[in-house]
């Protein structure tokens, strides 16, 4: 089983709306969790990362939460553009070299 | 452009066939990945190399891969006798660790996507 889940597994959503991805996950123990946007046929870029004791993450519309308690974290998409349309891929590290990847969020942002 | 490059980007080959491909990490890294990823799935690691040492193989990488860095620089990763299923995006990430640090960023490349026919 995945140590990673994300939710949904895709979305469709209107050009100027907001969304919001999810990230449930069992790694331990835990290091830092990164989201990762990962255009078609290319390789991820990451966007946040955040460790035990950061709860929030800002780059630009994008924004990461976490709540190391329940083990969750979410990425909130403002004001979608077209260009947001993408893979979105949470990533939690143990700490070591290993990284443990979700199978990613697919986002279809619509005109 | 200095991150990470892969070549080629795309191949097909035919079922049976052996095919290479090659990983420049960012100059100065120490620590170069392999992964692979499938359609609708995130990536799934294969091995990684501190300097040119090769330090840890997943079970994924059956004998039919090799992966080598003997410079400590650019990689490569081989398959012989390519199978359908070894159709994937195979991805290379660099990362530079220092002291005695676990851990860094790794900053993928865009990817060799490989098509087995």
């Known amino acids: 089983k995945n140590q990673v889940e994300q939710s949904p597994q895709s979305l469709i959503i209107l050009e100027g709306k907001n969304c919001t991805l999810q990230?449930?996950?069992?790694?331990?123990?835990?290091?830092?969790l990164r989201w990762y946007k990962q255009d078609t046929g290319r390789g991820p870029v990451s966007l946040t990362i955040m460790t035990f004791s950061e709860n929030t993450k800002s780059n630009g519309r994008y924004t990461a939460t976490l709540d190391a308690d329940t083990k969750q974290s979410s990425l909130h998409i403002t004001a979608s553009q077209l260009s947001d349309s993408a893979s979105y891929i949470c990533?939690?590290?143990?700490?070591?070299?290993?990284?443990?990847f979700g199978a990613g969020t697919t986002v279809t942002v619509r005109a | 452009d200095t991150g990470v490059s892969q070549d080629p980007r795309h191949k097909i080959t035919k079922r049976g066939q052996n095919v290479t491909f090659r990983c420049d990490p960012i100059s100065e890294h120490n620590r170069l990945y392999w992964y692979r990823q499938t359609l609708g799935q995130g990536p799934e690691f294969l091995t990684y190399?501190?300097?040119?040492?090769?330090?840890?193989k997943s079970r994924l990488l059956s004998d039919r891969f090799s992966a080598e860095r003997p410079k400590g620089s650019f990689s490569t990763l081989e398959i012989q006798r390519t199978e359908q299923g070894d159709s994937a995006m195979y991805l290379c990430?660099?990362?530079?660790?220092?002291?005695?640090?676990?851990?860094?960023?790794?900053?993928f490349g865009p990817g060799t996507r490989l098509t087995v026919t």
């Open positions: 190399f501190q300097n040119e040492a090769q330090l840890e």
């Open positions: 990430a660099s990362s530079f660790v220092s002291g005695r640090a676990l851990s860094s960023e790794q900053y």
């Open positions: 990230c449930n996950y069992t790694v331990s123990p835990f290091s830092n």
């Open positions: 990533v939690v590290s143990a700490g070591d070299y290993k990284l443990s």
